[in-house]
């Protein structure tokens, strides 16, 4: 664990001096490696997605094919909200796909269920990318030391406010701790600005719930292990740990009518749309729907929608990551399938002829956040984020954020719990402290089971 | 004059109680058809309106065009993010109603025999049988959603339009039979007895004298079938892959989920999705409610 | 069943013995496979699973452990919490359902001009699936841009919007209110079909007889709509227990699992905790559940429509 630790402070470092050095140019290449195989039979594989940008993927696909005739890709898509039930349906009916896409939260389970399996030991072009992916992306697609995915998309959880209904309170700079925010809310609705000033996306079955709430926990504490220890034991569950503060500030924006009671039952779609209708100033959201925010005409305010570091002492958030996978079916099928899928991942996720090339293109297009650091070098992705954010606001934030803790294969049960409890906490129905008990005593419990 | 005032209280209050019902069942629908004559940036305003104050068609003609509506158009930058998928409504609605119509003709023709032969006649088996088709019902369906993706998977049927009327015939025919074979035990035997003793046999009892008295009977099941079948989301989800059989359910399930689809035109093909059952009902409207008591006499 | 005599002799009436005694064999078969292919493999499965051990990250371990899923199941932390809710919504809803079709079907009967539209009308929530339903009144009940909230405060009956679904009472009602709306339309078609058998003679009989419309309703209308009333009621509590696509889509079983019924976590132990032998499991005990009710509903409607 410590080796691991001592390797990822190198990373970060490493990853760190890169940026400051940062040249307009694309950082120095090399062609693929000479030992990658080719493909010498046409391979046909399915490649499984969840409904975002379909059009885009089909045309990154029709791209990939015409560079590499012998390999004919099968797009599938389900809806982000089943996406990971029906996969699992589909696994466990002997049914895997041959490429999919994957996200870190789930990446235990899969890797564990022995569905996925490791990126780097198959294609060897994985490890040059791992290099230059940003810390919390890379520990969000590896498990058992293996990396088991290359990134097309991943974001930090950012704090956004509206900076029009903020300047009309009176206020000119952003709130930098829990209790700032909670001054300018008040006085938000003391001046009749909003009803409800802050507003969180906590539907019960909102898939972005946990990364908030975790957010604001990790910015209330300097250094890792805000949540568990590096045995996986939970350390959250005292009076006056970052977890405690959090969920005491939480109950008493609750109660103070300064959080949206809606919010409960809030999914992010919804969440947008009542920021951008001006209903709210502030709100914890993933960073690519700035893009949406401030888009032109979307909504009243659009363009006054800023990023703010998340406000704590350590100003830290959490990061997280989706990326391509490979299943035991690729394997099971011969060294062409194997070929076919690592030339894949060098398209979709890793560099063609020096660029990340698909991986640029979500950004620019779709203001997409990226794992892959180099890009925040680049002359195209600065001009479109600079459209809508922050650019150095946004790198800065990408550097404070983390990769949850507790990635284990039990997560999810766990997340199921946890929510639940984290909504008794804030509607009083039981003290801060029961319900960090009570998840602490449920992550023991599935600890144990395993 | 009290009958008379008697009786027009009572009209008075039925008629406002069919109000009252009639706001409580279509006002959700007004309002989402409503929804989708509205732009966007108006479907968000605090309070909404009911009546949209500046309508427009560009919803509908985005779903069956591409024509990107006007309220998205964006002018700088980013691309406008409006996704395809709410255009596939249309290839999916079809699919919903070629599915559940034949499922509708196979619990007809499969079910009314079946409750006959369970009502009317002595057999061997009759009552494990009759148990055993009710009891197929009681499992969760996600209990056996798993299996029911393998044995799809075997017949080589995913993703066709074959395996969802199966799965959804075999969801269905056991309540159409439980109920048809209530209805049938309550009509009076003697018709029947009298066709008997002329010379029919048992099919063409059912056939001539049986299913003219159950007919309110017949178009309740098969409505069900149908309706159950159209609607009908966890299986169809689990065993389609592509439009060329996913349904209307899935389509619009997905996009309710995809923050590219707005508010608008989720409506659309809400509304959409609506048409074919709506013409269904209005076509069995009339069987639906003729009534079968000039028909039954008492000797 | 009845001698069939004709005037062409034994031939004849041994060939339509023979049809006679196949017949019901033959009527019920077509209906029968398909029944059976759906059946028999996946509940022999499904009741094999419950038995093992199958969690779905540890792929290589299915140990036999006998009921101890079942027991698992039990004691989880979410048993007797959701058990209460789904009994809390079967009830009001199946209640609802009833009075709502009853009072539908009573009114389609009669000869009100009115009712024209509602003919149509009825069929609507019925005619869209169980998730747009969801996804409709989740709209209409939201707390920022909710035609309720809004028709409610253009009224001037509440002074800021409500919150509907996330207030663990609220959520309920909105998510009673929904299934109500959904489910009325089909319960009172069937009560409209069962109407519809209770000859014309029994009314005009009581009318002469003096009889009112409440005493007509209770002692001929309900009694012969008895086994049509309990054909719905089973079907409206075992479409309650199992509700899942609406809560899913309304409330995902918040706030707080304040609506995260029964049927919610079957399918969580499977889809999320990845726990297949459990969640078989808990369905067993659902469908078990289920069928003592419906035998408990039989007893106490009792009526003698056996087809023995």
Not at chain 1, 396 to 402: D, K, N, S, V, W
Not at chain 2, 36 to 63: A, H, W
Not at chain 2, 249 to 262: T, W
Not at chain 3, 127 to 147: E, H, R, T, Y
Request: aromatic residues 12%.
């Amino acid at each position: 664990m410590k080796k691991l630790f001592a390797l990822l402070s190198l990373l970060v470092l490493a990853s760190m001096l890169l940026a400051a050095c940062g040249s307009p140019a694309p950082v120095a290449t090399e062609a693929p490696a000479a030992t990658e195989a080719a493909v010498t039979e046409p391979v046909t594989m399915d490649f499984v997605v969840w409904s975002y940008g379909i059009e885009t993927i089909t045309d990154n696909i029709k791209n990939f094919q015409e560079l590499n005739p012998n390999i004919t890709i099968n797009l599938k898509d389900y809806s982000w909200l089943d996406y990971h039930d029906t996969m699992v349906g589909a696994f466990a009916a002997n049914n895997s796909p041959y490429l999919l896409y994957g996200s870190d939260h789930w990446l235990n389970e899969w890797a564990a269920a022995g569905w996925l399996v490791p990126l780097d030991k198959y294609c060897p072009n994985v490890k040059e990318y791992s290099k230059e992916v940003a810390p919390y992306a890379l520990q969000g697609m590896t498990y058992n030391g293996e990396v088991y995915g290359v990134s097309y998309y991943a974001d930090t959880m950012d704090f956004v406010y509206n900076d029009t209904l903020l300047q009309k309170a009176g206020f000119t700079t952003a709130p930098a701790t829990l209790d700032d925010v909670y001054t300018q809310a008040k006085e938000l609705k003391a001046k009749g600005v909003n009803e409800y000033p802050i507003i969180m996306a906590w539907s019960q079955k909102e898939g972005a719930f946990p990364e908030a709430w975790t957010s604001l926990v990790f910015a209330q504490q300097e250094g890792g292990n805000a949540l568990f220890d590096a045995e996986l034991n939970p350390v959250f569950n005292k009076e006056g740990s970052a977890a405690f503060d959090v969920m005491e500030w939480l109950r008493k924006v609750y109660t103070e009518g300064l959080l949206d009671p809606a919010s409960l039952s809030m999914a992010e779609i919804d969440q947008v749309k009542s920021m951008q209708a001006g209903a709210h100033t502030f709100t914890i959201v993933p960073q690519y729907n700035m893009a949406e925010l401030n888009k032109p005409g979307s909504g009243d305010f659009a363009g006054n929608f800023k990023i703010a570091l998340m406000p704590g002492s350590s100003q830290s958030t959490v990061g997280y990551v989706r990326f391509y996978a490979m299943t035991q079916k690729v394997v099971d099928a011969g060294p062409d399938y194997i070929a076919a899928a690592c030339k894949f991942m060098d398209y979709f996720g890793g560099k063609t002829n020096g660029d990340y090339t698909v991986v640029k293109r979500w950004a620019v297009e779709n203001g997409l956040g990226f794992a892959q650091l180099p890009l925040f070098d680049d002359a195209g992705v600065i001009e479109a984020f600079g459209k809508w954010g922050d650019v150095p606001t946004i790198k800065q934030q990408a550097t404070l954020a983390r990769a949850k803790e507790g990635l284990a294969p039990w997560y999810g049960s766990w997340d199921v719990f946890a929510r639940s409890e984290i909504h008794k906490g804030i509607l009083g129905e039981q003290s801060s402290l029961d319900t960090l008990n009570n998840m602490a005593d449920q992550w023991n419990e599935l600890k144990a089971a395993q | 004059m009290r009958i008379k005032s008697r009786a027009l209280i009572k009209s008075i209050f039925l008629n406002l109680l069919v109000a009252i019902l009639i706001v409580y069942i279509a006002g959700p629908f007004i309002w989402v058809i409503s929804a989708s004559f509205q732009g966007e940036n108006e479907l968000l305003k605090k309070p909404p309106s009911f009546i949209p104050k500046s309508p427009t068609t560009d919803n509908y003609r985005y779903v069956f065009t591409g024509q990107v509506p006007t309220s998205y158009e964006v002018k700088g930058q980013l691309r406008s993010r409006i996704s395809q998928e709410a255009r596939l409504i249309a290839p999916a609605l079809k699919n919903s109603f070629i599915i559940a119509i034949f499922v509708l003709l196979i619990n007809l023709l499969f079910a009314t025999p079946a409750a006959y032969a369970f009502a009317r006649l002595r057999w061997k088996f009759k009552v494990g049988i009759y148990n055993f088709i009710l009891g197929s019902r009681l499992m969760p369906a996600m209990a056996i959603a798993i299996p029911y993706y393998v044995i799809i998977q075997s017949l080589k049927l995913m993703n066709t339009h074959l395996s969802l009327i199966l799965v959804h015939s075999a969801l269905t025919i056991p309540f159409s039979i439980w109920f048809l074979t209530l209805y049938i035990l309550n009509i009076p035997r003697d018709m029947e007895e009298a066709g008997l003793v002329d010379g029919c046999n048992y099919f063409q009892v059912l056939q001539q004298i049986v299913i003219p008295m159950i007919l309110p009977g017949l178009v309740a099941a098969s409505a069900f079938a149908f309706m159950t079948s159209y609607n009908e989301f966890l299986f169809a989800r689990f065993l389609t892959t592509s439009i060329t059989s996913q349904t209307g359910p899935v389509i619009i399930s997905s996009i309710s989920g995809n923050p590219d689809v707005s508010y608008s035109l989720i409506s659309v093909c809400i509304t959409l999705g609506m048409i074919p059952p709506v013409i269904l009902a209005i076509t069995m409207r009339k069987w639906l409610t003729e009534g079968l008591s000039s028909t039954i006499t008492f000797r | 069943m009845s001698i069939i005599r004709t005037a062409n002799g034994s031939l004849h009436r041994n060939v339509s013995r023979v049809f006679e005694r196949f017949y019901p064999y033959a009527s019920v078969l077509p209906a029968l496979l398909v029944i059976v292919l759906f059946t028999i493999y996946p509940v022999v499965y499904a009741v094999r699973i419950s038995f093992y051990q199958y969690i779905l990250t540890k792929p290589n371990s299915h140990p036999f452990v006998g009921l101890n899923n079942f027991q698992d199941v039990i004691t989880s932390y979410y048993f007797k919490n959701s058990l209460i809710n789904t009994g809390i919504y079967t009830i009001a809803s199946v209640t609802g359902v009833m009075i709502f079709g009853l009072i539908v079907a009573m009114l389609l009967n009669t000869k009100i001009r009115s009712v024209n539209a509602l003919k149509i009308i009825i069929l609507l929530p019925w005619a869209i699936p169980a998730v747009v339903a969801g996804l409709m009144w989740k709209w209409i009940v939201n707390s920022d841009f909710g035609i309720l909230n809004g028709i409610l405060y253009s009224l001037g009956a509440i002074e800021s919007y409500i919150p509907f679904l996330a207030d663990p009472v609220l959520a309920k009602v909105s998510l009673i209110m929904a299934h109500i709306w959904k489910e009325g339309p089909l319960a009172a078609i069937f009560i409209l079909a069962g109407l519809q058998l209770i000859p014309n003679e029994f009314y005009e009989a009581a009318k002469i007889d003096g009889g009112s419309g409440l005493l007509v309703f209770r002692y001929i209308t309900l009694p012969l709509l008895r086994p049509i009333l309990l054909v719905v009621v089973v079907y409206e509590t075992m479409t309650a227990i199992l509700t899942f696509d609406l809560v899913y889509v309304l409330t995902g079983g918040g706030p707080a699992d304040s609506t995260s019924l029964i049927s919610w976590f079957a399918y969580a132990e499977i889809y999320k905790f990845l726990n297949l032998g459990a969640g078989i499991a808990l369905s067993i005990i659902i469908a078990l559940i289920t069928l003592i009710l419906i035998i408990l509903y039989m007893r106490a409607l009792k009526t003698e429509d056996t087809i023995s």
